[in-house]
């Protein structure tokens, strides 16, 4: 599986993005996609993540109410769309893949990763 994640950018606080990742290859390989952000000198944490076959998705509590991610399976896409963005969110994100059917928080539990997309908001 491969995946290409687009999307970063620099936005004000207060702004809004929308991050992309396109999967090819073995895609029905996977069950799972996920986002993973690293925010710079810090360690690599989770986002969001969705089931591709039931669309049951999991938040991290620090983007819950503000990030909404979505697939469109027809495309072999997933979406991260983030509203209100504050100069916290500022990181490298990162899509995933993940071969089992639950959505896991841990990064060891997914088997591909993109390149990452660089998301910068200035305040």
């Known amino acids: 599986v491969q995946l290409q994640a687009s999307g970063g950018g620099l936005v004000q606080a207060g702004g809004s993005l929308r991050l992309s990742c396109a999967a090819s290859?073995?895609?029905?390989?996977?069950?799972?996609m996920g986002w993973f952000r690293q925010p710079p000198g810090k360690e690599r944490e989770f986002v969001a993540g969705?089931?591709?076959?039931?669309?049951?998705?999991l938040y991290a509590d620090s983007v819950k109410g503000r990030f909404t991610i979505s697939r469109d399976n027809a495309k072999n896409t997933v979406y991260l769309q983030m509203n209100s963005l504050k100069p916290e969110d500022t990181a490298v994100y990162y899509c995933?893949?993940?071969?089992?059917?639950?959505?896991?928080?841990?990064?060891?539990?997914?088997?591909?990763w993109g390149q990452g997309t660089l998301v910068t908001v200035s305040s």
């Open positions: 290859g073995r895609t029905f390989s996977s069950a799972v």
């Open positions: 969705i089931s591709w076959q039931s669309g049951s998705s």
């Open positions: 995933a893949a993940r071969t089992e059917i639950l959505v896991l928080t841990n990064t060891r539990a997914y088997d591909y």
